[in-house]
C-alpha cells in the first residue's frame, strides 16, 4: 500500500496506480461470481383457455365519440389503459409521452359521472398533467391512466377538439 489508499502494480514505479478500494472490489467481484450459487425465480400466469385451445380474455365494451360526435364502440382487455386500447383501435388518441404522465396529449372526458365516479382518484402527478389539458372538465382524465376495469364496462370516452401538445424537434402530431 502506498499513499492515499493507492497501491503499486509494479515494484518501485507509481506509474500505474490503482485505488485500493477497486482492486478489492473486483476482485469481490469475480470472487462472487466464481462461488455464489444463483437463484433464479419464475412466475407464470394462469392460463385461461377455452376448450377449443384459443385464449379467453375478459374484455369490456368502451366507446371513444370524436370531436366530430362519431362513435367507435371497441372491446378492451381488463388491464390496459384506454390509451394502449385506443392506439390498437386506430382511434387518434395522441399519447405523445407514450403514458410516462408527461404530457396531456390522451385527455379523455368520461362523458358519465357514474362511470367516472368508478375510477380511482387521480394521483397529484396526473392532476398537474390534466392542469395543461386543452378543454379540461370536471370528468376529465388521462387516457393512459384510466385501466380497464370490469366496473367500466360499457364506459364512453369522448376526446377533446383539441390537444395542447409541447413537444420540439419537429414532431408534428396527427389532428383528432
Known amino acids: 500500500m502506498c499513499r492515499a489508499g493507492y497501491s503499486r502494480t509494479t515494484p518501485n514505479h507509481y506509474d500505474c496506480l490503482q485505488p485500493s478500494f477497486q482492486q478489492s472490489s473486483l476482485f469481490n467481484l469475480y470472487k462472487g461470481a466464481m462461488f455464489k ?37 371497441i ?15 386506430d382511434i387518434e388518441l395522441e399519447g405523445a409521452c407514450e403514458g410516462s404522465l408527461a404530457c396531456s396529449t390522451c385527455h379523455v372526458i368520461v362523458m358519465d359521472v357514474e362511470y367516472y365516479n368508478k375510477l380511482e382518484d387521480p394521483t397529484d402527478e396526473e392532476n398537474d398533467m390534466l392542469d395543461l389539458a386543452f378543454g379540461l372538465c370536471e370528468t376529465s382524465r388521462l387516457g393512459c391512466q384510466v385501466i380497464a376495469t370490469r366496473e367500466l364496462d360499457g364506459v364512453r370516452l369522448a376526446l377533446p377538439a383539441a390537444t395542447r401538445n409541447f413537444a420540439v424537434d419537429g414532431y408534428v402530431p396527427k389532428p383528432h
Open 37 to 73: 450459487k444463483h437463484n433464479f425465480l419464475s412466475t407464470t400466469t394462469s392460463n385461461n383457455t377455452a376448450e377449443d385451445g384459443s385464449e379467453e380474455i375478459e374484455t369490456i365494451s368502451v366507446t371513444f365519440v370524436d370531436k366530430d360526435g362519431e362513435e367507435k364502440l
Open 75 to 89: 372491446k378492451v382487455p381488463i388491464g390496459m389503459s384506454m390509451l394502449e386500447a385506443a392506439h390498437e383501435n
